[in-house]
């Protein structure tokens, strides 16, 4: 099991960028395949971005490819969404997620594990 707590999370303007972190407890952070989502209000949780357990293959959403980067260092049990331009689109509560399966998924009803997520607002 593993627990996740984002934090980066603000209120910026159209324009800037931000760095969203998720840390995760536990010994055994590599053997997870990481997942950013992020939720608007009245709004179904969304797909952002994903990384395998090494980190080397990464996947996005069309929405923030180009613009947003996914990473993570397993030797401090975190995975990092560093979002560049980021527009009043963007405004969410974003949520990590773990799981253990080796196979990429961009569905939320195919990760384990939640964060409690962090709210991210975009001003025009």
């Known amino acids: 099991q593993v627990q996740l707590v984002e934090s980066g999370g603000g209120l910026v303007q159209a324009g800037d960028s931000l760095r969203l972190s998720c840390a995760a407890s536990?010994?055994?952070?590599?053997?997870?395949?990481m997942g950013w989502f992020r939720q608007a209000p009245g709004k179904e949780r969304e797909f952002v971005a994903a990384i395998n357990r090494s980190g080397i293959i990464t996947h996005y959403s069309d929405s923030v490819k180009g613009r947003f980067t996914i990473s993570r260092d397993n030797a401090k049990n975190t995975v990092y969404l560093q979002m560049n331009s980021l527009k009043p689109e963007d405004t969410a509560v974003y949520y990590c997620a773990a799981d253990q399966s080796s196979i990429y998924s961009a569905s939320r009803y195919e990760y384990s594990y939640w964060g409690q997520g962090t709210q991210v607002t975009v001003s025009s």
């Open positions: 536990g010994r055994t952070f590599s053997s997870y395949r």
